[in-house]
């Protein structure tokens, strides 16, 4: 998985409740990205990275933040988690030299009841 | 926005057979698209990509074909294997972003 890794792995929340996903990279990649995953959807941007502090929103930002305060590290943060929040959270990174390919974490797996 | 479909949703097929996926979208000015194998439990993983600048790309028993007149590019995998039954995306680029589709269901049947 490219050096990349997704912490947890696996979460039960609650409704309500604030979710922070972790996602950690070693390759020092420049952009990072966190994508959900629902079914007959595909995979959908919520937020990117395209260097320390420098974020923008994705296709489905609504209920979601970010941070990234080192090159490595790229968190998500539910705010108040939501039934429809439930789903796979993957995140992935690409280089400057070669932004568009993009290298995808083993992905987490969150349930929100 | 960007309007990427992809077609068949899902493709059974004999192992020996070949297989195809067509991905088609909408926006003229993209000029990268990769496809992406995703298998149970794991993130998507690039198998094969193509600039617009060429036609075709193959690497071994994978190749993709590009028409941009038409805006649509497909998956090619011959001699399939049980081993390649997974769910394909394709993800053309609209800006600075890859649209994912909707995914392939491929089963290769021994």
């Known amino acids: 998985d490219a050096g990349i890794t997704q912490s947890p792995r696996h979460k039960v929340t609650e409704t309500g409740t604030p979710v922070t996903l972790r996602c950690h990279q070693t390759e020092n990649h420049r952009y990072m990205y966190w994508y959900r995953q629902d079914p007959g959807h595909g995979l959908r941007l919520i937020h990117y990275?395209?260097?320390?502090?420098?974020?923008d929103k994705g296709e489905v930002s609504d209920g979601y933040s970010v941070s990234r305060s080192k090159t490595e590290d790229f968190l998500l943060t539910l705010e108040s988690a939501t039934s429809s929040q439930t789903s796979v959270y993957f995140c992935?990174?690409?280089?400057?030299?070669?932004?568009?390919?993009?290298?995808f974490g083993p992905g987490t797996r969150l349930l929100v009841l | 926005g960007e309007n990427v479909e992809q077609h068949p949703s899902t493709l059974s097929v004999q192992e020996g057979d070949s297989a195809v996926i067509k991905c088609t979208y909408s926006d003229s000015a993209s000029n990268y698209f990769p496809w992406y194998k995703q298998e149970l439990g794991k993130g998507p993983q690039l198998i094969i990509d193509i600039r617009s600048n060429v036609g075709e790309k193959k690497d071994q028993r994978i190749a993709v074909t590009l028409n941009k007149t038409a805006k649509h590019f497909s998956l090619h995998i011959t001699e399939t294997q049980p081993e390649d039954s997974a769910v394909y995306f394709c993800?053309?680029?609209?800006?600075?972003?890859?649209?994912f589709g909707t995914g392939t269901r491929l089963q290769v049947f021994p």
């Open positions: 990275s395209y260097g320390v502090k420098d974020t």
């Open positions: 992935a990174i690409s280089a400057l030299a070669d932004q568009e390919t993009q290298y």
């Open positions: 993800a053309p680029r609209h800006g600075d972003k890859l649209i």
